[in-house]
């Protein structure tokens, strides 16, 4: 069982910076890859990035947010972050971390671990 807290949201304005944090609980946290998602009022929950598991780096990023984006692992605080420069009032949405047992995927339905999530609102 992973358990998963985000936080680091915010008010934030155009152009500014955030970075969100997942902190996870479990000694086999290392092992999982994961992925922060996003979604807007009325809007389906998508992908933002993932970083790989079990000691590994690789990263993937949305489109939308690739070059202003990065996201990083520390393993000795089982915590995920997610650097957001140049935000834009579109990135304004309730971002979640998301834990997943197998290789870093696209798709929500491939995590097994989520968080409440925390919000973040970029003003123009």
């Known amino acids: 069982q992973v358990q998963l807290v985000e936080s680091g949201g915010g008010l934030v304005q155009a152009g500014g910076s955030l970075r969100l944090s997942c902190a996870g609980s479990?000694?086999?946290?290392?092992?999982?890859?994961m992925g922060w998602f996003r979604q807007a009022p009325g809007k389906e929950r998508e992908f933002v990035s993932w970083?790989?598991?079990?000691?590994?780096?690789?990263?993937y990023y949305a489109e939308s947010v690739k070059g202003r984006f990065g996201i990083s692992k520390d393993h000795a605080k089982n915590t995920v972050y997610l650097q957001m420069n140049s935000l834009k009032p579109e990135d304004t949405a309730v971002y979640y971390c998301?834990?997943?047992?197998?290789?870093?995927?696209?798709?929500?339905?491939?995590?097994?671990?989520w968080g409440q999530g925390t919000q973040v609102t970029v003003s123009s």
């Open positions: 970083i790989s598991g079990s000691g590994g780096s690789s990263t």
């Open positions: 998301a834990a997943n047992t197998g290789a870093g995927r696209t798709y929500p339905a491939a995590y097994d671990y």
């Open positions: 479990g000694r086999t946290f290392s092992n999982y890859a």
